[in-house]
T-cell receptor
Framework: AAGVIQSPRHLIKEKRETATLKCYPI?????VYWYQQGPGQDPQFLIS???????DKGSIPDRFSAQQFSDYHSELNMSSLELGDSALYFC????????????FGPGTRLLVL | AQTVTQSQPEMSVQEAETVTLSCTYD???????LFWYKQPPSRQMILVIR??????QNATENRFSVNFQKAAKSFSLKISDSQLGDTAMYFC????????????FGEGTQLTVNP
């Protein structure tokens, strides 16, 4: 079965640089969620989208922005990167009508040097 | 705001034995969903099992089952016939009823299955 696709899988950036993470949900899933997992921590919710509209917002820094496109894929844009942004970034997707069950992608490992 | 607590940072079990992981949560909502996710060394987040709060029957998925006690706000995971591949970090998660609802995770329990 098709799963959530995230790209790139690994990313190394310097401080103050910009990064863009992409997420392609499971086919026919219309809701996308972004989570950040720091080393040794549980995933923390950042933001979610349904039908290209933001549906919920968590602890996402102002330096980050995200959007969902007409084909339901989503991008997380991160600017002025800081060392503390080094983490595993997960995208998850679900059906709106079954929004409670989220399926996670493999994650993007971001390292900020 | 919801909180999820896993009081067992680490647990170990012998292969083929049974182990139970604990989770408690706090919420003012009446309808919600609870999940257990598994995160092996690859760090992929894998859905293990889910429970709807409005269902009294405990969910079961093969060797995995839950003990859901709504009044006590408790949601434990039982793994029967443990296998080496069950070694992973296990996260308990809460999802509210509202659409687009975020998941709130517990701190995780690192389970090691020993041969």
């Amino acid at each position: 079965a098709a799963g959530v696709i995230q790209s790139p899988r690994h990313l190394i950036k310097e401080k103050r640089e910009t990064a863009t993470l992409k997420c392609y949900p499971i086919p026919r899933h219309d809701t996308v969620y972004w989570y950040q997992q720091g080393p040794g921590q549980d995933p923390q919710f950042l933001i979610s989208f349904y039908e290209k509209m933001q549906s919920d917002k968590g602890s996402i820094p102002d330096r980050f922005s995200a959007q969902q496109f007409s084909d339901y894929h989503s991008e997380l844009n991160m600017s002025s990167l800081e060392l503390g942004d080094s983490a595993l970034y997960f995208c998850a997707s679900s059906f709106w009508t079954e929004q409670e069950t989220q399926y996670f992608g493999p994650g993007t490992r971001l390292l900020v040097l | 705001a919801q909180t999820v607590t896993q009081s067992q940072p680490e647990m170990s079990v012998q292969e083929a034995e049974t182990v139970t992981l604990s989770c408690t949560y706090d919420t003012s909502e009446n309808n919600y969903y609870l999940f257990w996710y598994k995160q092996p060394p690859s760090r992929q987040m894998i859905l293990v099992i889910r429970q709807e709060a409005y269902k009294q029957q405990n969910a079961t998925e093969n060797r995995f089952s839950v003990n859901f006690q709504k009044a006590a706000k408790s949601f434990s995971l039982k793994i029967s016939d443990s296998q080496l591949g069950d070694t992973a970090m296990y996260f308990c998660a809460f999802g509210g009823e509202s659409s687009g609802s975020r998941l709130t995770f517990g701190e995780g329990t690192q389970l090691t299955v020993n041969p």
